[in-house]
């Protein structure tokens, strides 16, 4: 296993104010003309992070990333929907516990299915808590993890799973509203696991403009992941990048770190 490069990066952004923007490619949906219309897109506009993964098995994953690695500026993090998705060729992995569920297989099971082959590989590993929510309608994650979402009003029970996750060793939080969601992880929620956690975190999930990018960066969140927006139609990432871009040195000017937050909760007004 790699030593933490990717993490590192993360930390460091996160200390320096600076938010960061993950595409998500799932194996599946990437043929050959709209991997090659992709891959054209990000090399012009690349993420901070291209991350892999899906709900199903895919044979794919080690051309896509070899492509991608060779096109593209960005640092590839697999996201795998299970153990079988996993590939030398990525740069880190989140290693993924379904923490909001309660199925065991999402929880360890998949992880000792993979554990020895990535502990032989070059891969760096990043324990990730992995915490969906109710997004407005069943998510894939939902159904093939058979577990249910925790429900958006749950605040306390939202908290608690991410310090507990924290409290296990866990260096990211990632909330998950599930692809394609409805109603995106709520400026609520981020900010108050937000202020609950001292590891970064990531958001995704039903996050299909600029506006509601903004708006999670606003509350807390470190790391925004887009996925079905780009599938949809994949000229938009540079609009996106462009907002993270314009976003972070407009920051620049303002704030210092990450505590300076700008998003205000209505709690605390005074
Ligand atoms: C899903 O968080 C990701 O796992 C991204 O969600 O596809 O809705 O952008 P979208």
Do not use: W
């Not at 929907?81 to 569920?101: K, Y």
């Not at 065991?104 to 990730?128: C, F, M, R």
């Amino acid at each position: 296993m790699k030593q933490n490069t990717i993490y590192r990066k993360i930390l460091l952004n996160r200390e320096l104010g600076k938010k960061m923007f993950a595409v998500l490619i799932d194996p599946e949906k990437c043929n050959g003309r709209h991997l090659a219309s992709m891959v054209a897109y990000l090399k012009i506009s690349p993420p901070d992070f291209i991350f892999i993964g899906g709900s199903h098995i895919s044979n794919s994953i080690n051309n896509i990333i070899e492509v991608i690695k060779e096109e593209v500026d960005s640092s590839v993090v697999l996201f795998p929907g299970d153990a079988s998705q996993f590939s030398d060729n990525a740069d880190a992995l989140l290693f993924l516990s379904l923490t909001s569920g309660r199925n065991p297989d999402y929880l360890i099971g998949q992880h000792i299915k993979s554990a020895n082959i990535i502990k032989q590989s070059e891969v760096e590993v990043i324990p990730t808590g992995y915490i969906l929510i109710e997004g407005g309608k069943l998510s894939s994650v939902e159904y093939i993890s058979n577990t249910r979402a925790i429900p958006s009003d749950q605040i306390e029970i939202i908290k608690s799973t991410a310090i507990a996750g924290e409290l296990l060793g866990m260096h990211l939080t990632y909330l998950e509203a599930g692809s394609g969601a409805i109603q995106p992880v709520s400026k609520d929620v981020i900010f108050r696991v937000h202020n609950s956690i001292s590891t970064p975190l990531i958001v995704g999930g039903g996050i299909d403009s600029v506006e509601k990018m903004l708006n999670a960066y606003n509350a807390g969140a470190d790391i925004v992941v887009i996925g079905n927006t780009f599938e949809k139609d994949f000229s938009k990432v540079s609009e996106f990048v462009n907002a993270v871009k314009s976003y972070n040195n407009k920051e620049e000017g303002t704030h210092n770190n990450n505590n300076n937050i700008s998003y205000i909760h209505p709690d605390i007004i005074p």
